[in-house]
């Protein structure tokens, strides 16, 4: 079975700083998916951003990037400019191809990310 | 735009007491399922559907079942509803068994 490690319980940054959140994950598939959710106090699960397996270019939305090391099999999130709004718990997720076993979201226990003013 | 649709968003229940939690998707998503969410411990899967007429356990199956009569809707029953239940409750769709899913806005049970 596919295991998801967040080893930060929680991460506190200042206001426009970087920070990176760290997963580490356990596979013995080539292709699968991973991917970052936010979710804020509201309790609503957002995807932050997706990457392909398949794929050797980081994925990149606005302020939030990834460094994905397949060999090493990490999968990191930095957050550019941090702003009030990131405040949330930060889920790293992975899925496998079909027929990988049981089909959905093996997720890590999250990240609670404080954005100091 | 509803996309994912779960209800209710709160419930007590006593020891013993059965309960649907519906979910709905407008999307028309082939894949549908169901995850807990328990503190210090992620989201874990229930039950999955990849269609209409098939449903498959997940990680913590036992205590709930599910079905899947139509592409729309996947609810969740709690047949004897236990201290354990207690959790926040997701539904959860995608377009196919690949790729980023789509939440609802969680339902959190209690059981007393």
């Known amino acids: 079975a596919q295991t998801v490690t967040q080893s930060q319980p929680e991460m506190s940054v200042q206001e426009a700083e970087t920070v990176t959140l760290s997963c580490t994950y356990d596979t013995s598939e080539s292709d699968y998916y991973l991917f970052w959710y936010k979710q804020p106090p509201s309790r609503q699960m957002i995807l932050v951003i997706r990457q392909e397996a398949y794929k050797q270019q980081n994925a990149t939305e606005n302020r939030f990037s990834v460094n994905f090391q397949k060999a090493a099999k990490s999968f990191s999130l930095k957050i550019s400019d941090s702003q009030l709004g990131d405040a949330a718990m930060y889920f790293c997720?992975?899925?496998?191809?079909?027929?990988?076993?049981?089909?959905?979201?093996?997720f890590g226990k999250g990240t609670h990310l404080i954005i100091q003013p | 735009n509803a996309g994912v649709t779960q209800t209710p968003k709160f419930q007590v229940l006593k020891t013993g007491q059965s309960m649907t939690l519906q979910c709905a998707q407008d999307?028309?998503?082939?894949?549908m399922s169901w995850y807990r969410q328990d503190p210090g411990m992620g989201l874990r899967l229930i039950h999955y559907?990849?269609?209409?007429?098939?449903?498959d356990q997940g990680e913590v199956p036992n205590g709930y079942n599910v079905s899947r009569s139509t592409t729309e809707d996947f609810p969740l029953r709690l047949l004897s509803a236990a201290p354990s239940q207690t959790s926040v409750y997701f539904c959860?769709?995608?377009?196919?068994?690949?790729?980023?899913?789509?939440f609802g806005e969680g339902s959190r049970l209690t059981v007393l």
């Open positions: 997720a992975y899925r496998s191809p079909p027929g990988g076993g049981a089909d959905g979201l093996t």
């Open positions: 999307m028309n998503h082939e894949y």
């Open positions: 959860a769709s995608s377009y196919r068994r690949i790729g980023e899913l789509f």
């Open positions: 559907s990849v269609g209409a007429g098939i449903t």
